[in-house]
Nanobody, 122 residues
Framework: VQLQASGGGLVQPGGSLRLSCAVSGLSFDDYHIGWFRQVPGKGREGVSCLESRNGRTFYPDSVKGRFTVSRDNAENTVYLQMNGLKPEDTAVYYC????????????????WGEGTQVTVSS
């Protein structure tokens, strides 16, 4: 199983980025895909989750209305569209897979990819 996040970078406040999570070795029918972020000295914070079969999405209040998760089954890729970025969104972003549920607890996730850095600064 491999998950690889990409698409991070430097963006000005109010700008947008789209992160990609390329997935191999597991089926979107069986695994929920979560996006998390982490800043130094803090634990990983969930910012979205996409349920496996029904495609329901979940977001915390901190990003609701600004972040949108989607997937392309043909490309085995999950995307995180981030709009209206704020300096407090600066973090390393990770994607992860969980067979059990769309949990906001990073400890529940079975598989992780390497992160991608997002920096929001003027």
């Amino acid at each position: 199983v491999q998950l690889q996040a990409s698409g991070g970078g430097l963006v000005q406040p109010g700008g947008s980025l789209r992160l990609s999570c390329a997935v191999s070795g597991l089926s979107f029918d069986d695994y929920h895909i979560g996006w998390f972020r982490q800043v130094p000295g803090k634990g990983r914070e969930g910012v979205s989750c996409l349920e496996s079969r029904n495609g329901r999405t979940f977001y915390p209040d901190s990003v609701k209305g600004r972040f949108t998760v989607s997937r392309d089954n043909a490309e085995n890729t999950v995307y995180l569209q981030m709009n209206g970025l704020k300096p407090e969104d600066t973090a390393v972003y990770y994607c992860a897979a969980d067979a059990s549920s769309c949990s906001d607890n990073y400890l529940d996730y079975d598989w992780w990819g390497e992160g991608t850095q997002v920096t929001v600064s003027s």
